[in-house]
Structure formats: structure tokens, C-alpha cells
């Protein structure tokens, strides 16, 4: 499968952002995703994941309420809107996706098999 992100840029503190992610190659219905961020001199993180499904979402502790993920089965395009965002908040953001057989979620990089490029998303103060 293939993923490549958009819509990243620059905002200020308590703005808004929606990311995407077009997936191809693979059927939308049989993949579970996720988003993933790593801000500079940190290590990648988890941000959010749904199933494959869509009926399920898991978030980090420090994004809960103010993301949410959901995948457009007619777009084959899965998204994360933000909002509140806050200077902590400054990362280069991926989605990433695997086959899952049960509909479940993982909060695990390993798990995931395809990753886009990154869109950066800055948070200004």
C-alpha cells in the first residue's frame, strides 16, 4: 500500500489542522491505521489509530478530545483533525498502516508495515 500525507503547516496555539493520508495499492476495508508523530531530538510516537473497520479509535493520553481519526471508505483517505493544537503539539506527523485480520488497533510502530513520507506541523506560541 501506499501513503502519502498532506496538509501540514504552520499555526498558532489553540489554531486547527486536518491531515490526510490517500491510500492506494490495497483494500481501504482491510487495513488498520495510524498516525504517528516525531518532533526533532525525540523518538516517534503515537498519536492515534483506528481499525480497520472504523468502528473503533485509540489516542495517546496527550492528544484525547482534542484529535480525532477516521477513515473515508469513498475516498480511501484516512484523516486526523486537530484541534487546540499547542506548541508540544510541533512534529513531523505520519500515517502508517497494516493488514489486520481481527479488527483491532495498535499503538505500536512495529505493527505497521507502510508508512508515508510526513507532513510537518508547526505550532507557533
Known amino acids: 500500500v501506499q501513503l502519502v500525507e498532506s496538509g501540514g503547516g504552520l499555526v498558532q496555539a489553540g489554531g486547527s489542522l486536518r491531515l490526510s493520508c490517500a491510500a492506494a495499492?490495497?483494500?481501504?476495508?482491510?487495513?488498520?491505521m495510524g498516525w504517528f508523530r516525531q518532533a526533532p531530538g525525540k523518538e516517534r510516537e503515537f498519536v492515534a489509530a483506528?481499525?480497520?473497520?472504523?468502528?473503533?479509535?485509540y489516542y495517546a493520553d496527550s492528544v484525547k478530545v482534542r484529535f480525532a481519526i477516521l477513515k473515508d471508505y469513498a475516498k480511501n483517505t484516512l484523516y486526523l483533525e486537530m484541534n487546540k493544537l499547542q506548541p508540544d503539539d510541533t512534529a513531523v506527523y505520519y500515517c502508517?498502516?497494516?493488514?489486520?485480520?481481527?479488527?483491532?488497533?495498535?499503538?505500536?510502530?512495529?505493527?505497521?508495515?507502510?508508512w508515508g513520507q510526513g507532513t510537518q506541523v508547526t505550532v507557533s506560541s
Open positions: 495499492g490495497l483494500a481501504f476495508s482491510s487495513i488498520a
Open positions: 483506528i481499525t480497520r473497520s472504523g468502528r473503533a479509535t
Open positions: 502508517a498502516a497494516r493488514v489486520s485480520v481481527s479488527d483491532g488497533y495498535s499503538i505500536r510502530a512495529t505493527d505497521y508495515y507502510a
